[in-house]
């Protein structure tokens, strides 16, 4: 490898190592034994603990997670540094499957996805205490992440050595006793699988039906797990009592507008920076009219909203329609108002998948964004069938924030980097985002205390 290439490679890494060295200074600032980290740690010193027991007595009356509360009773039982280097580089770890997946050796697409990184909102991470919040969600789907990456591998044509085997088996493992990451994993491998067989892309082999067979096993789990129906009906009664009486229908509707309350209605950079790079891209691409106007429209409205929320508070009607009981089953005197408000919502949801389809040129990259993004939002609505869907509203959304950074991440791949004008405004936007998005989450999340 001679020099050139030899510095071309190592600028690749560069936004790691500066990613890598952001996260590890911020976990050295947390405050640790907060929120559900303190019962857990109480729990683990406990006298006469003993981790195979509890983990049965948690299976029958509690949760079907048994693997990562495993993992999270050990990692409070350990000096609490293990847990800031093993988080750190779980972060970092999400960025490199983001980068294999995704970036296809553009230095540029490293260096926007560092970016996309620093903006993240990480207050997700910190609502249930740093370990049970980060041991429950973004570990489960870093490890998703992996697990996924031999689907990308079998449609590259590239060779998966014998220890990967191992490693993508155990994370998907991992993996699969998250409620949300296993349906997700169910779901990508069953969608790839059908794909391949019409397209005839590589042949359905037996480490394909191993994971889909682990994916089953793992909603599966969810399902029938004792623990998990003891836990529903505590959490009913704690948190959402009405609950018990809502139809399936009702429960897709809080699972549906909880998700458009997320994207349109709250603070989401990442959402609207999604719908910025689209708007931007669209119209580059398309000098008619028409289609511009379709190409802003979600930007314009997520943005106006975001704005409008700000200046006459989210009391308004425009804001407060979606309540606990969502939004078709609610009774109220202005319900076609608030029926027509919600249906061009998500209708916009629908025009966003048109201009995903308009924006990227090649079609399967199109229809990778559009699940991409289809993913994410279903990620948020399944957990209308969780009496919980209110109270763990915040780090539910980590699933659906990452999906948005992978959106992002793909539109970039069809950016003119040649355009140095263009390119030099979106690199400042991201820039200006990230810088003040990493003061947000020094002042008002890793410092953050209960």
Known sequence: MDNDKKIKYLQKYIPFLIL??????M?????????????????????GFELFSWLKERYANWSSRTLIEATLVIAVSLPNIIWRITDSLIMVLCMVMIAKMFIKDNKYGYAFLGLLLLIVDYWALVTAGWQATTINYLWPMTFMLVAVYPVFKWYRNENIRGYEYIIYTVANVYAAFSEQACVILLIIYLVAGIYAIHKRYFKINKFYVFQIVLNILGVLNAMLCPGNAARNISETATWFPEYKTFSVIQKVDIGISSTIKSLFLEKNIMFLLFLFVLAVLGVIKYKNLIVRFFMILPFIVTGGLNILRVVIGNQNGLFSFVTSYGVLYEKTNHFLKIYLWYAFLLAMCVVILADIAFVVSDREKAMLVDLIFLIGLMSKAMLGFSATVWASYGRTGWYCQIAMVCCIIVLLEDWKYKQKTAT???????????????????????????
Do not use: E, P
């Open 27 to 47: 976990h050295f600032c947390i405050i640790m034994g907060t929120g559900d980290d303190a019962w857990f740690s109480k729990t683990a010193h406990a006298d």
């Open 20 to 25: 890598a060295i952001w996260i590890i200074a």
């Open 424 to 450: 030099y405004f979106m690199v400042a936007i991201f820039v200006i985002l990230a810088v003040m998005q990493m003061l947000y989450n020094y002042t008002r999340v890793f410092t953050f205390s209960f």
